[in-house]
């Protein structure tokens, strides 16, 4: 069974699916096991199913004090079921005979009573169908742990299948057993798309109800290239497959080989740069001849704890990468944006619940309101650019206040280190991203606060069109080439070129062909992404000149001024293809 979904990350996968559901806060990990655990396995479920029954046990305790009644049949009849010999000893079955994890077979085994009782014409017993969700939960809870941390384990390589997945879970994943993610939901700027970019895992989402198509351990092949998936494929389609990688292989290598990332036909550049997070090995950066890194995730330091890293923890991750740009040739430089908490990237810990997450209290706005923690990492940055250039950026920048205010704290941050005479950069650059509507229409006041502008199309799509970048239902208006997002685009680059500073696109449509071109052919100098995608858009500027590149600026405005955000990338795509030809061979 093929089922189409969202081209979110290229690359080909093929292997056993592990489902990972989110049952409300609740998450279960549902995969197979090898024989060898099967013990192991049973002993969980055991431990479990006791500790479910204390709990029980505890709660009838409380309720006969509190009530003083003994009106505790209900959890009495839960306590029925987990004594009773069956509800264990199928499962069992589930984990020795069908090779399943705990988790599953428990799941396994709910399924099958809730079907009996469900069909039972006496009404009491349909009524214990209810009961079964209950016990099921509270032991699912036991064993997935209290503290809401994940088990996925993950103990062979998988493909990971889950409805969404959250940053703060994606980064607990282990990712050497991670082969692809396959999701119910989710599009292509959301975090798990970008975090599977930068660990160059392929991944395909939006693809409708994946989790209950498939049973853990299914065979599953994973295009994220062309955005499908194959559930326990025959013989002749796995051939075909495997058949298909080694081509792209083939083609990626070819692409690789003897091309500067970025350089046009007529000896011209677009400066290309990566988009990197801490902890991911930068190897890449170097690999695909990207010209520094363009964006750092600094936040990916608090996604998988539920304390702030210290200022010695950030420093180290900083220095790190700027030793690292320190050994690229050229003047290459890591541009570390502070804090983007907020909106997706919740941190345990930190963040607030708020009814309207992605209109919140985040990134910078974040920053003002604790700046101690600012404080902090402006400190580690600036101490960081000792040993290797290093820029800051703000991210969803909104008025100029902020930047005036960041600012101050930035000169006090360096006065203290003068005064505890610590080395740091005195010129390091300090940018803005534009992701907010307001900023862009506001770029040209901006400029004269900052050294640079790093677009973000990401966000900057998101609020202007009024489009969750992460729900699938809306990824139609999800539209980086409408008419209003490409006015804004104009408007920032126009009043960064007026003002003398710099100005890239560091959103995930800089890597695509079309449209990266298309910001290129605007006049952005830098376009950062993923590395892995740095050999297409390169091969496809090598086809290209500057002059090419401002009759390509040129090809929406020849369109009549009602076309749609399609039409202007079909009328784009058309231009490009008669310059480069086929663009699908180039997409690897
Ligand atoms: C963006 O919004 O385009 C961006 C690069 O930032 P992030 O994707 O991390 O929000
Ligand atoms: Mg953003």
New binding site residues.
């Given amino acids: 069974m093929t089922v189409v979904g969202l081209a979110t990350a290229r690359g080909f996968a093929s292997g056993p699916v592990f489902v990972y559901r989110r049952d409300g806060d609740l998450s279960v990990p549902e995969y197979s096991i090898a024989p060898e655990r099967v013990d192991g396995e049973i002993r969980r479920l055991d431990a479990a199913m006791a500790e479910t029954a204390r709990d029980i046990r505890e709660l009838i305790d409380v309720l006969r004090n509190r009530t003083g009644r003994a009106d505790v049949r209900v959890f009495e009849c839960h306590l029925m079921l987990l004594d009773d010999g069956m509800l264990r000893g199928e499962t069992e079955r589930h984990i020795s005979e069908e090779l399943v994890n705990a988790e599953a077979a428990v799941r396994r085994t709910a399924d099958r009573a809730r079907s009996v009782f469900g069909k039972m014409s006496d009404p009491y017993f349909r009524e214990r169908v209810r009961d079964l969700d209950d016990l099921e939960r509270r032991i699912l809870k036991v064993l997935a742990g209290h503290d809401r941390h994940l088990s996925f384990d993950l103990k062979e390589p998988s493909i990971v299948v889950a409805d969404d997945l959250t940053p703060s879970e994606t980064v607990q994943l282990p990712r050497d057993y991670v082969l692809g993610f396959a999701t119910n939901g989710g599009s292509n ?1 959301s ?1 798990v798309a ?1 975090l599977a970019r930068a660990l160059a895992i392929p991944a395909v989402c939006g693809l409708g109800d994946i989790t209950s198509k498939v049973s853990p351990g299914d065979m599953m092949l994973l295009d994220g290239t062309n955005g499908a998936v194959t559930i326990r494929p025959d013989a002749k389609t796995r051939r075909q497959f495997e058949e298909l990688v080694r081509r792209k292989r083939e083609q990626a290598a070819e692409a690789a080989t003897g091309r500067v990332a970025g350089r046009l036909r007529d000896g011209g550049e677009v400066v290309i740069c990566a ?1 990197v997070h801490p902890g991911v090995p930068v190897a890449g950066v170097k690999e695909y001849g990207a010209h520094g890194i363009g ?1 750092y ?1 600094s936040e990916y330091l608090w996604l998988d704890r539920d304390l702030e890293p210290t200022e010695e923890e950030q420093f180290e991750a900083y220095s790190s990468a700027a030793r690292f740009v320190a050994t690229l040739p050229g003047d290459a430089s890591v541009t570390i944006r502070a804090l ?1 908490i907020g909106g997706d990237k919740l941190v345990r810990g930190i963040s607030r619940r708020e009814d309207n997450p992605f209109l919140g209290n985040r990134s910078i706005r974040y920053l003002l309101t604790h700046r101690d923690v600012m404080r902090r990492q402006l400190r580690a940055i600036l101490r960081a650019s000792a040993f290797g250039r290093v820029r800051i950026m703000y ?1 969803m920048v909104s008025c100029v206040e902020e930047l005036r205010d960041a600012a101050e704290v930035l000169g006090e941050v360096r006065r203290g280190l003068d005064a505890e005479g610590v080395a740091y950069d005195r010129d390091v650059p300090v940018g803005a ?1 534009i ?1 907010v509507p307001a900023a862009a229409l506001n770029a040209a006041t901006l400029a004269k606060y900052v050294r640079f502008f790093s677009i ?5 799509v998101q609020y202007t069109m009024a489009a969750d970048r992460g729900n699938e239902s809306v990824a139609h208006l999800y539209q980086p080439l409408n008419p209003a997002v490409v006015k804004l685009v104009r408007m920032t680059v126009d009043a960064a070129k007026s003002n003398g500073i710099s100005v890239g696109v ?3 449509s800089a890597a695509d062909p079309i449209v990266g071109t298309y910001w290129a052919a605007l006049g952005v100098d830098t376009l950062s992404m993923s590395p892995t995608y740095i050999p297409a858009i390169s091969n496809v500027l090598s086809r290209l000149t500057r002059a090419d590149l401002d009759e390509y600026a040129k090809v929406p405005g020849s369109l009549p001024g009602d076309a749609t955000a399609g039409e202007v990338l079909d009328a784009c795509r058309a231009w490009l293809v008669s310059k480069v030809g086929d663009l699908d061979g180039i997409l690897i």
């Fill in positions: 700027t975090h970008l988009n964006l995730r983007d991210p991203m992701e973000g199309t990401n966000d900057l560091c959103g995930e």
